[in-house]
């Protein structure tokens, strides 16, 4: 079975960290780019961060950007988001995306992400 299982989500308090994966079984994300992307109650799905397949290269929304790092290990065919400095507004429910050239597009199930004191 093909899927995306996002994992590492929970309960923080603002100013502390996270770090959400995302990993793919039944398929290589070797070749894929992976986005992260964040739903807020009440809210529009938004695009916080994204990495390329080939390159590497890596790209982030501004309101995470110095605070997100997103990475990916492909020996564990997995993607991370580095969560810092977290705020009581980057509470959302986090899904992964891999999208390929060829056209296949996975989303996983999503992960909440809390930041309350």
């Known amino acids: 079975q093909l899927q995306l299982v996002e994992s590492g989500g929970g309960l923080v308090q603002p100013g502390g960290s996270l770090r959400l994966s995302c990993a793919a079984s039944?398929?290589?994300?070797?070749?894929?780019?992976i986005s992260w992307f964040r739903q807020a109650p009440g809210k529009e799905r938004e695009g916080i961060s994204c990495?390329?397949?080939?390159?590497?290269?890596?790209n982030h929304a501004d309101s995470v950007k110095g605070r997100f790092a997103i990475s990916r290990d492909n020996a564990k065919n997995t993607v991370y988001l580095e969560m810092n400095s977290l705020k009581p507004e980057d509470t959302a429910v986090y899904y992964c995306n891999a999208q390929s050239l060829g056209g296949s597009d996975y989303w996983g199930q999503g992960t909440l992400v809390t930041v309350s004191s």
């Open positions: 990495i390329n397949g080939s390159s590497g290269r890596t």
């Open positions: 039944g398929f290589s994300l070797d070749h894929y780019a």
